[in-house]
């Protein structure tokens, strides 16, 4: 497989190119070249229904010729080591768990995999590669979890001071060891800006003698590329599940779009009988966009569901490369709805009492898109990616359910840890400083 720019005006990439460069040098996003015509059906024959075996087969769709079938298959069983369980909430609406690894978000899919095909392709005895990171929230957690420990890997993870959970926070800050967490002045915006800077001077840095810089960000192909499994997944789980051909509206709440992009990949790779939803909170830029054809970034606003506050999503454009510019096409298979904080925890109360079930704050976005959606679709059974465990956002949750939830082990673990963090000025120079030591 090669990858190309979503700008086209960079040369194409290896998937070891583009695992290491992490952003294309004309700045646009690495998009594979063409998309394997998957079998929806015929995934699951030999492949039963566990969920690596499958992603497995999915994934080597997309890196089979540059890795070899077999390999791919060790790499998913290797790095999506745990369970996806689909829980029904009423008889249209599903809920699929991505919060089952070490960090109980779903960004653990995309950095496990990302961090063991960093080890499949790095040189043992070569310069040491850093991992720079800019976080919202959960993908700090996820990739320094990932990382932490690999020999000449360093992760350097970036986060808006103040903006993330003290246990977000937490998951990543008292690692130590190979990862560095620098707490950024600013909002997520002027992370995500740091690192595309520091990557830019890196591409045009030809005496560098500080090692490889790559990303591990939902910009890297890496990570995006295994966040098409899960679709693929819960797609034949209801067909199972309803014993007839049920067509399916994914609501995926988003942020910064990484997991909708992959969705509407995997519908352009095969997933037949799919549309999807765009579940925002009042981060509403492409919501807005998906209504008026006008897309118009602006700085974010902070809300419960801080994962998603995003202003200037980046994998908007491999949405946009996806449909090559057709925007008719792209609204048949997407809309998009926002959902507001009192809307949210409202969710969270009722399906609380109704069901017994709690929703973490992104989930209960989705699941409050998907109610308002639902009966525009009567044809479609609901699934919305449930993106976080509402442990983490146990701030929000547990006033409005007015229970404790209790704590799983993993976060006990680091919540009881030293915290180590750097707090630098928003600037290019304070960063390089960081990175060049
Ligand atoms: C990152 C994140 C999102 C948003 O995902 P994107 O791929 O950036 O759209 C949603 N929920 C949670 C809990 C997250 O950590």
Known sequence: MEFVSTRGNSPSASLREALFLG?????????????????????????GQEWDELAGAVLAGFLGDSLGTETVTNLAHRALNFPVPMVQLSERVHVLELFHGPTLAFKDVGARFLASLLTHYRNP???????????SGDTGGAVAHALHGLDGVRAVVLFPDGRVTPRQERQFSTLGGNVVSVAVQGDFDDCQR??????????????????????ANSINVAR??????????AWLRLQVFFKTRTNVLFSVPSGNFGNL??????????????SFLAATNVNDVVPEYLQTGVFSPRPSVTTMSTAMDVGNPSNLDRIV?????????????LVGQRVTDEETSSCIGRIHRETGYVPDPHTAVGLVALEKHLELHPDHVGVVLATAHPAKFANVVEPVIGEEIPLPAALIRCLESERQVIPIEPRLEALQEILGD
């Open 194 to 215: 740091l690192a595309k800077e520091a990557f830019r001077v890196e591409a045009t840095n030809t005496t560098d003698t500080n090692g490889i810089l790559t990303s």
């Open 224 to 233: 995006f590329l295994p966040q098409t499994t899960y679709f693929f997944y």
């Open 23 to 47: 952003m294309a040098p004309d700045g646009g996003l690495f998009m594979p070249r063409f998309y394997p015509a998957l079998d929806a059906i015929s995934l699951r024959e030999p492949q």
């Open 125 to 135: 005895s070569g310069p040491p590669v850093t991992v720079l990171t800019a976080t």
């Open 321 to 333: 490369h996806l449909y090559g510019r057709d925007f008719g096409r792209l609204r048949q298979d």
């Open 261 to 274: 992009a992959a969705g509407l990949l995997a519908k352009a790779s095969g997933l037949p009988d799919t």
